[in-house]
């Protein structure tokens, strides 16, 4: 079946490095939280004043935007840790334990390759911003190096707990895709 | 190589990607970004966290946190078992109103979450024990409750409607009334079936009317009621012309909240951190999907695969009814793997322009392809509704549930047909509310 497997969150063993990778991600996933419902309380004050009170409204738009982004982005290492992000998992249930342990070892090894790629073009992205110092067009003219943070962020916690659960399934820890065996 | 060929070697990469294990999102970003540093060079993926960033800075994609916690703040509640509750005993008149109760809540809840899972859990949890311990047979309760939890993602408001809006840049708005007409044709086709298939089991006497004081009728409304008063402020905002369906979405997100707090005693703060936690997962799972797909299609065109393939139906000469049977087909496939979300973010920018081109109306394909997603969602082998199901009532099999679920297929394979002999169906209550689509 594919979709979200129950809420289970990777194993981590008595691992030290597991552990401070799970605490890590578990605070991204704090914060992530945290900016989703400062999104919905600014969305509603902007609301107030522009309905209620006839007034204009500046910053909340663009903030609420970038805290939206924000939290998707800091969310991943979190998510990743609930193993939240929806996966096809038909072939590796069928496969017997040697081989979804190599392939377990192949796709997260791929993940990480993959969001190593984003995290090197990511600080790049956010470098520029930071160095030109970028602003954006509207009114509020935000410095963009503030928004675009979340992409180096997110994605070294998200490296991090990519790493942390390849070791985990190297070090038998963990169940290779969290498949109880069949 | 040409485009079109190149575009059936991406296809079967991002297949065999997809069915490696590895998550939607990322197998996106890793077939995208495989194919640009092949034939765009390295250079290319400098542009790749611009175009991620980019996807998401949509103010119309706030909506979907927004709705995801609006769900799952109600879900945490006792509010599914309520509402079914006071519909069984309003409707205790009516016969089999058990089923039809249940089938009833579950059309209500989909109008408070935009999610199918969602539905199924909050309704089936009381509503299948229930029927179960009344003598329904196993198969018509877990069934009905599967399939009526589908209608989560076809009655407004719709995550995969806002999802299918953003893809294609069609109104949230009109999609959302899109699915009102649509989703009522199915609640009412689920509950013919269920009556049918429960009085032709022989057990007529469960269809036969129970009684309740007006006391016991009228005691439960005051829990169900606040329910109803934000599905009415939601619509009327939206459609009123007040606000942008993020800006409702936010004030429908805050006030379930507090209704979850006050009413139903949500205080403790763990509980308030599952709702959070629970609706920050889901959030930042589909949203990251949609950024990836952003990078997808952003990969498909610069590679001009897109446009050839339109290009390349459009010189087919075949009938377009037959190229919609084709879709539908194609659709139903892919949903029964892959989740509803990414199905559309994938699909949308490749088909969209060849359902207009055929004559189609981006809207009303939109209904259709969320019954062919509802479809994938009580069909082997991902079927994430009878996964909730079996969640629920472990003690009914798999099988029991699939055979259970397989008529209420039949019911919404009827209503795409319906839709596409009487495409009014969907179109009428856009057109009639916010004036005809340029």
Known sequence: MAGQSSAVASHTGNNPFLRIVAALSTVAGWFSAAMIVSAVAITCQMIFIRFVLNGSTIWQTEAVIYLAIASTLIGLPYVQRL????????????????????????????????????????????????ERNWKSDTVWGVRLWIPYSALPIGFALFLLQLIADLTAVILKIDKPFGLEDA | MDPLTLGMVVAICTILVLFSGVSVALGLLIVSTGFL????????????????FGKLDNFALLSIPMFIIMGSSIASTRAGADLYEALERWLTRVPGGLVISNLGACALFAAMSGSSPATCAAIGKMGIPEMRKRGYPDGVAAGSIAAGGTLGILIPPSVTMIVYGIATETSIGRLFLAGVIPGLLLVSLFMAWSLYS???????????????????????????????????????????????????AAVGALLCLIIAMVIYKLWNPKDLWVVLRDSTKESVMILFIIAAAGVFSYMLSSLYITQSIANWIGTLDVNPWVLMGAVNVFLLIAGFFLPPVAVILMAAPILLPIITTAGFDPIWF?????????????????????????????????????????????????????????????????????????
Do not use: Q
């Open chain 1, 83 to 130: 193993r939240g992000h929806v996966n096809v998992d038909l072939i590796p249930i069928s496969l017997g334990p040697k081989a979804r342990y190599v392939m377990a070892l192949f796709t997260l090894s791929l993940s990480i390759i993959m969001v190593a790629i984003m995290l090197w073009y990511g600080y790049d992205f956010w470098h520029l911003a930071w």
């Open chain 2, 366 to 438: 939109a209904v259709v392809l969320t019954i062919n997603m509802e479809i994938g969602l009580i069909s082997p082998p991902v079927g994430l509704n009878l996964y909730v199901i079996n969640g629920i009532a472990p003690d009914i099999s798999l099988k029991t549930i699939l055979t259970g679920s397989l008529p209420f297929v039949g019911c919404m394979v009827l209503a795409i047909f319906l839709l596409c002999v009487f495409p009014g169906l969907a179109t009428w209550l856009p057109d009639a509310v916010m004036g005809k689509a340029l």
């Open chain 2, 37 to 52: 540093m092949i034939f765009d060079g390295m250079r290319s993926l400098e542009l790749l966290p611009e175009i991620l």
């Open chain 2, 198 to 248: 429960t009085w032709k089991s022989g057990n007529r006497e469960l269809l036969a009317t129970g009684s309740y004081t007006w006391k016991e009728k009228f005691e439960i409304l005051p829990r169900v009621l606040p329910f109803l008063f934000i599905i009415v402020g939601v619509l009327y905002a939206m459609y009123g012309g007040v606000a942008t369906p993020s800006e409702t």
